[in-house]
């Protein structure tokens, strides 16, 4: 292997004509799972790299930003998220951050791909040091069927998926929606990875809609990732609740408690500025059609 | 030329390891000015793409946000920001921004390179409109010693320049920022292209360090803009004036004047959230050392 080699993310169908580079250190791991390709990189700038189908999951450089994000924007919009659904997130990091909420008791967690998790373990324990709370249980099987089978048990939901092409797929259609829905308690709150507008925003609006045929009040909360296609990244969130107002949590943390709990990118006035969007964005995601 | 190949923007020195790529549909121009290489191409995805001296300017596709947000900033921080000096910003696309406010009467612009204003206006004619506007007035030559030969002109002095590197050097250090200051009138306020402290947190810690030398009040604003480097990028902004709130800008607008200045990405919500950071960068460039 030439060590001085790049991994490129070039997909024609996410983002044509673009392209995001890290040079490869040393390939540790490669294999085809029964769901994906998977591959470990150690790279010469971002740490170590998980790449799923050649899509950057993420970097030890950066992937702080997208873990504390995807976590505590709906844990803290929540009032009291005492049970939490994981669906996916199979490197730990998810996991990692919601356990640190000091108001969390049970996480139960759902991935596919036993692989992705015993890979992590292997190659990424900066985030696989997740699943060793005593408060997360993990179940490897299909998150959509797992919450077919799940009626009023969770205060929060989060969907740390891979894009929507691919065995994450499912996660994006309207019935993952009213299954979510269903799963929740009252007063349930879900968050969900959600590509960006900057290269995709028909596929935001199209998703954005599904919500809101189940949810009255939806958002999209965005956090800079700059390891991701256009660096940025945004969040699907929705509440059962009527009265959520997304951009104003529920729980509020001084920067004391947020150096306390080792977040790096949250903090209260992140989380009130996540939901403000470049004027054209505002206009194409929440404008009536 | 093989027109399908990509244009990489590799840069050991400023952002080793990582790099953008862009696949080009058509090399429009190619030349070596006396500052710099300068390269216009057409691209499959971006529209049209300006690079100097390797490194990409702007695309077509979003050098809206980048434009804006540099030009805004600043304008809406000042209560009457009637005169305007713009360093660097050769394609015109501050100046098509600046002349918008409805407070601006005059602009002087300053570019070194008359090579980089003549292949805009040829190529760029979305961006070079900025040098149309009556308000406008053009000199070619250096930013540097035409500031000392200025004192209390401007209310507001922007600085569009490509990165420390190269012909732009100056434009960083410290005695550029004792200029500034001297050209301001009293109330004044500055605004600097200032990289991203995703890469280089240093760098903007100690730009930072120089613009609080002069001015009593120096903050950081962050814009996205998905083709530059980390997808986002920042402003060193500082007053004269130590009761400036630099978040709280002195102009505010409605939804419709933002529609009918025909802006995309910037409004009076994207200006207060503007300098709320991660905690890491906020702890970095602001904490005590």
Chains 1, 2 share one sequence.
Request: charged share 25%.
């Amino acid at each position: 292997m030439n060590p001085s080699e790049w991994f490129s993310e070039i997909s024609d169908e996410l983002w044509p004509g673009q392209c995001f580079s890290v040079k490869i250190k040393k390939v540790l791991h490669e294999e085809r799972s029964k769901f994906q390709d998977i591959k470990v990189f150690e790279s010469e700038s971002h740490g170590t790299v998980l790449v799923l189908d050649g899509i950057i999951q993420c970097t030890e450089r950066d992937e702080f930003a997208y873990q504390e994000m995807i976590s505590f924007l709906p844990l803290c919009c929540h009032p009291n998220p005492k049970k939490v659904l994981i669906v996916g997130g199979g490197d730990g990091g998810v996991a990692r951050e919601v356990v640190k909420h000091p108001l969390v008791e049970e996480v139960h967690q759902v991935e596919i791909d036993d692989r992705v998790v015993e890979l992590s373990k292997k190659y990424l324990p900066f985030m696989a040091c997740g699943f060793e709370s005593p408060k997360l249980k993990l179940t490897i099987g299909d998150g959509f069927e797992y919450m077919k089978q799940r009626e009023g048990e969770f205060d929060v939901i989060i969907t740390d998926s891979s894009d929507p092409i691919g065995p994450a797929a499912s996660l994006f259609q309207e019935s993952y929606f009213g299954l979510a829905k269903r799963a929740l308690k009252p007063n349930g709150i879900i968050c969900s990875q959600g590509g960006t507008f900057w290269i995709d925003q028909k596929h935001v609006r199209e998703t954005l809609d599904h919500c809101r045929k189940h949810f009255p009040v939806v958002g999209y909360g965005v956090a800079n990732v700059p390891s991701y296609p256009s660096g940025q990244i945004g969040f699907f969130i929705a509440s059962t609740n009527d009265q959520t107002k997304l951009s104003e949590p529920a729980t509020t943390f001084t920067d004391k408690e947020v150096d306390d709990m080792k977040l790096r990118y949250y903090t209260t006035e992140i989380h009130r500025t996540a939901f403000t969007l470049p004027r054209y964005a505002a206009k194409y995601l929440y404008d009536e059609k």
